[in-house]
């Protein structure tokens, strides 16, 4: 009950701020309309970039996530994270230090 209560709480700050859930993506945008194509090349940037942040290779990040091999490599080189990997991710990126938001800038970057 208190879950769903601090839920319902933070999407009313949310809406508050104008931020609004992408329900078809599970992703969360500031009142930009984006694509779904462009929001599974964000997606496999940060996967991408959550991986080299930890300096592990793909077989190492997929023990870590509890998926293949395979399905890393496919998340990473666009094919649509499923609701069960992407609250591992967000559960992982929780336990990231603040550095890996600077490390993200400088790969986007680097990727462009």
Same mark, same amino acid.
């Given at each position: 009950m208190l @879950? #769903?209560?601090a839920m319902i709480a933070t999407t009313f700050k949310w809406r508050q701020k104008g931020i609004s859930r992408k329900a078809d993506t599970g992703r969360y945008f500031l009142?930009?309309?984006r694509d779904k194509k462009e929001v599974i090349r964000l997606d496999a940037m940060k #996967?991408?970039?959550?991986r080299y942040f930890l300096d592990e290779t793909q077989l190492q990040f997929s023990k870590r996530l509890g998926v293949s091999k395979q399905t890393v490599s496919a998340i990473e080189n666009g094919r649509e994270v499923t609701d069960n990997i992407r609250s591992k991710l967000v559960r992982l990126e929780m336990e990231l230090? @603040?550095?890996f938001y600077l490390f993200l800038d400088e790969f986007k970057k680097s990727i462009r």
């Open positions: @879950a #769903i209560t009142g930009a309309k #996967i991408k970039s959550i230090p @603040a550095e």
